[in-house]
């Protein structure tokens, strides 16, 4: 049973900074590509940023600069470090494969606000 706990999220004012984590199991997480999604309020889930089993990030031009991804593999977490946090930032943030699989964690709300 694939589960994934994201935790970290919070109240930041704009140019702050929070670090999300997830925690998964039930994936054989090395071998997979990871990712972060958010979902605004009345908007689409979107894809954040993505690693690869070899560490190669992708970022959505939004968060360029601003976000980092990581993994460690022995604790098959997924992390992501945001700074310089904007209004525009707040959302529910998802951890899931990419491409993303069927099973999702309650994510953790992110809220930027003055």
């Known amino acids: 049973q694939v589960q994934l706990v994201e935790s970290g999220g919070g109240l930041v004012h704009p140019g702050g900074s929070l670090t999300l984590s997830c925690a998964t199991s039930g994936i054989i997480f090395s071998i997979n590509n990871m990712a972060w999604y958010r979902q605004a309020p009345g908007k689409e889930r979107d894809l954040v940023a993505s690693i690869t089993p070899y560490r190669t990030t992708n970022y959505a031009d939004s968060v360029k600069g601003r976000f980092i991804i990581s993994r460690d593999n022995a604790k098959s977490t997924v992390y992501l470090q945001m700074d310089s946090l904007k209004l525009e930032d707040t959302a529910v943030y998802y951890c899931?494969?990419?491409?993303?699989?069927?099973?999702w964690g309650q994510g953790t709300q992110v809220t930027v606000s003055s």
């Open positions: 899931n494969t990419f491409p993303q699989g069927r099973n």
